[in-house]
């Protein structure tokens, strides 16, 4: 059965997916990259980051929120922000881990400028997160990917040892409507104007 999606939003089906083991340790992939805390992000300066990371799947969430509330989530002591820095210094992507709920780490972001997608560096970021994630009071490591993210994310999950859990659909206003980012962004995502 087919359920609608009112014009001017957007549908996902959202997997989550979780670790209940704490994986066998295993050599570092070799990469240019480094992976900085970021201690205190800037409001302006973390949006900027994940605009260039996210903008091309839709990521909005972040982009919504007042600068106290993105604030209040990325400086809270339980939540792990790092910016992934190329050799010039530049930042290129980002890890979010969120410690919030006891015995549970939550990839809350993680990605890549599109420039590096399919380069092998996503194997190396997920190294760093399972190593940083798996804290000595942690016994489930969680993370959800949806339909409009890169279509391999699923597969990577799994691949790194993630078993889907749960499936949920998820409908929001399109963000390319309503001003949180360009009509341009994610031409595979259709966009359709509400009628006028």
Known sequence: MLTPVVAGELAA?????EMRERPKPRPLPASPLRLTRWPEPTADGYRTL????GTPW???SRLMLSDEALLEIIRDPAVAVFAVVDRGGVEIGMLELDFRVAGACEIGFFGLVPELTGKGHGN???AQALALGWRKDVDRLWVHTCTLDHPGA????????????AR???TFADPRLIGILPRDAAPQAPL???PS
């Open 58 to 60: 839709l990521w909005f």
């Open 192 to 194: 359709i104007d509400p």
């Open 50 to 53: 994940f605009r260039r990371v």
């Open 154 to 165: 699923l597969a990577f999950y799994r691949r790194h040892g993630f078993t889907p859990f």
């Open 124 to 126: 190396w970021l997920m």
């Open 13 to 17: 089906v959202v997997t989550s997916l």
């Open 168 to 170: 949920a659909v998820e």
